[in-house]
């Protein structure tokens, strides 16, 4: 069986409304005789606003409810209510919603600033090594150090004099010994005049400022040369 409870006090809701509205004519016609003085305006205004500070067994309120002069006030203090609370409603989500703009900027904000560079940019870089004369197994003390940026780099090497033609593996590592390797990359020769040229693409977005080494090692060869480098 269906009770139809959501019907049934939808009917009772229209119901006691028009009992109230019935009342609230009657009491506006003056065909009601209340009993006791007028109450005072902070007891009406208590009693719009439905204060929990009313008792219902306050012989006021059953005053209020017969005079058609404290009816009428009552009637005006409660739509000043009404629209004190929905200009309260309004005001609070129009604050809570600058607070979240205000919030998600800050994220944003705090977000963006912390996102490691991602940047795409290649930049060129070259790196003379023709008239360095380094020894196999030499520590390479007379060369200059070449300073990188923290970047995608496109790295054109000019090989040492009389360096072999064929494919060269060029890192950025932490020591002279090949540890801790930074990037890496693969390049074949190109011959310009009589120079030997390498160019290798080295991602050193993530590498921290410092000293490093870059090396050059040849395919058949085998054996790496370290030259000091610093990135910036
Ligand atoms: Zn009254």
Redesign the pocket.
Same mark, same amino acid.
């Given at each position: 069986m269906r009770l139809g409870w959501g019907r049934s006090s939808d009917v009772e809701d229209r119901f006691e409304k028009w009992i109230a509205q019935q009342h609230q004519r009657r009491v506006l016609a003056g065909e009601t005789t209340?009993a006791g003085p %007028?109450?005072d305006e902070a007891f009406l205004r208590d009693l719009a606003c439905k204060s929990k500070k009313v008792s219902l067994s306050d012989p006021r309120v059953d %005053?209020?409810a017969t005079?058609p002069?404290?009816m009428n006030r009552l009637l005006e203090l409660r739509e000043e209510y009404r629209s004190r609370a929905r200009y309260w409603s309004w005001l609070g989500t129009a604050v809570a919603a600058c607070a979240i703009i205000a919030i998600a900027l800050v994220v944003w904000r705090v977000a963006v600033g912390r996102t490691p560079s991602t940047s795409t940019a290649v930049i060129a870089q070259t790196v003379n090594l023709f008239d360095t004369g380094v020894v196999r197994g030499e520590h390479p003390g007379q060369l200059q150090s070449v300073t990188l940026p923290a970047a995608l780099i496109k790295l054109k090497i000019v090989l040492p004099r009389h360096s072999a033609p064929g494919q060269y593996l060029v890192a950025i590592t932490r020591d002279q010994n090949g540890n801790g390797v930074i990037a890496e990359g693969l390049a074949g020769t190109e011959a310009t005049g009589n120079q030997q040229q390498i160019t290798a693409n080295l991602d050193l977005r993530s590498a921290k400022e410092g000293q490093y080494f870059l090396s050059t090692t040849h395919e058949q060869d085998q054996a790496a040369y370290y030259y000091p480098l610093r990135i910036k």
């Open positions: 209340p %007028h109450p %005053h209020a005079c002069i404290c």
